[in-house]
């Protein structure tokens, strides 16, 4: 079985910034892509940020230039490094990772348990 377990969320004020983790454990070959989705209340769950095996992103119009997504490959790690907050960036953040097991089995999908944000002044 593999978990993830994200940590860092909090509350800030608007224009501070936190730092997201992602950290995977467990049994599995390796990590292939990943992602960080948000959930805010009463909408429904949005694509924040995507990385590859070689790091290689992509972002939400409405996060382009204030969030970065990155993993550390030996740590089983994924980030992401928000800047520059915004309320309307309150919202649950969960991370999403496809994950090798074994040779012989393909990618499975993982999410873990989420961590709240909260921009607030």
């Known amino acids: 079985q593999v978990q993830l377990v994200e940590s860092g969320g909090g509350l800030v004020q608007p224009g501070g910034s936190l730092r997201l983790s992602c950290a995977a454990s467990g049994r599995f070959l390796s990590l292939?892509?990943?992602?960080?989705y948000r959930q805010a209340p009463g909408k429904q769950r949005e694509l924040v940020a995507h990385i590859t095996?070689?790091?290689a992103t992509t972002?939400?119009?409405s996060v382009k230039g204030r969030f970065t997504i990155s993993r550390d490959n030996a740590?089983?790690?994924l980030y992401l490094q928000m800047n520059n907050l915004k309320p309307e960036d309150t919202a649950v953040y969960y991370c999403k990772a496809e994950v090798r097991?074994?040779?012989?089995?393909g990618l499975l999908t993982y999410w873990g348990q989420g961590t709240q944000v909260t921009v607030s002044s």
């Open 32 to 36: 292939d892509e990943m992602e960080w």
């Open 53 to 55: 095996t070689g790091s």
């Open 59 to 61: 972002y939400v119009d």
């Open 75 to 77: 740590k089983n790690t």
């Open 101 to 105: 097991q074994a040779l012989v089995t």
